[in-house]
């Protein structure tokens, strides 16, 4: 799911790309279904982090079922309130309810509901594991989990607080402009490092495992000839 969530935000990630290219092109035509895309997949893309969280922690916890609940509970909250301006108009503060508007107040939801407990679920799932890790001696393994847990935790800010500007708190100041002002850089920038930084780690992660399970396999069949070896005495 970790792997699910890597390739759907990517396309999302060059969807936003694109709009802004195809708005500065001829083909401002596509510009509105880049976008339209792009609401698509935003909920998509977090949703496998979401499943990815929850099911670390109903791996390693007891009595831990009733976390799957927040998947429903989650998408439909982000789905009320993400649909809300075209209910009550006047919460758009006299901005036109179109699909620019759309594209910031349901991004800010997304990332508010969505991102944020996504990425936290994510952090505390990946920790779960690293007292297995160091009890089987797979000390290495540990540490890196620890560094991808780290980056989602900088990721529920960069991507979970820090949302489009939108015309309800805390986006009103919370949000990109705000944030470039203070740091001169974008967060995307910021979102980009932790997703390397993710990535890495996991890919050692897997790495590890694989050795480790390699010397498992090599010690097993070491012990079997040995302990043939013995019968033939």
């Not at 935000?9 to 596509?30: D, I, K, P």
């Not at 301006?85 to 508010?112: C, D, I, K, S, T």
């Not at 944020?116 to 000390?139: D, E, I, K, T």
């Amino acid at each position: 799911f970790l792997a699910l969530f890597g390739l759907s935000h990517g396309l999302l990630e060059w969807t936003t790309l694109f709009e802004r290219v195809f708005q500065e092109t001829n083909y401002s035509w596509a510009g509105p279904v880049m976008g339209n895309l792009h609401l698509v997949l935003m909920p998509v893309s977090v949703m496998f982090l979401l499943i990815f969280g929850v099911k670390c922690l109903t791996d390693n916890f007891q009595d831990s079922e009733r976390l799957w609940f927040l998947l429903p509970g989650l998408g439909l909250a982000w789905l009320m309130a993400g649909l809300l301006p075209l209910v009550l108009p006047e919460v758009a503060r006299g901005e036109p309810v179109g699909l620019a508007f759309m594209e910031r107040w349901q991004g800010a939801w997304a990332r508010y509901l969505l991102y944020l407990p996504g990425s936290l679920l994510a952090a505390v799932g990946l920790l779960s594991y690293r007292s297995q890790f160091q009890a089987q001696g797979m000390h290495r393994i540990a540490n890196y989990a620890t560094i991808a847990a780290g980056a989602f935790v900088v990721n529920a800010v960069v991507a979970g607080l820090i949302v489009p500007n939108a015309p309800f708190p805390p986006a009103r100041w919370l949000n990109y402009d705000g944030f470039i002002a203070v740091t001169s850089v974008p967060p995307q920038v910021f979102r980009a490092i932790v997703a390397v930084v993710v990535a890495f780690a996991v890919v050692q992660m897997l790495r590890y495992s694989e050795l480790a399970q390699r010397r498992q396999v090599e010690e097993a069949h070491a012990t079997a000839l040995a302990a043939e070896e013995r019968a033939r005495k």
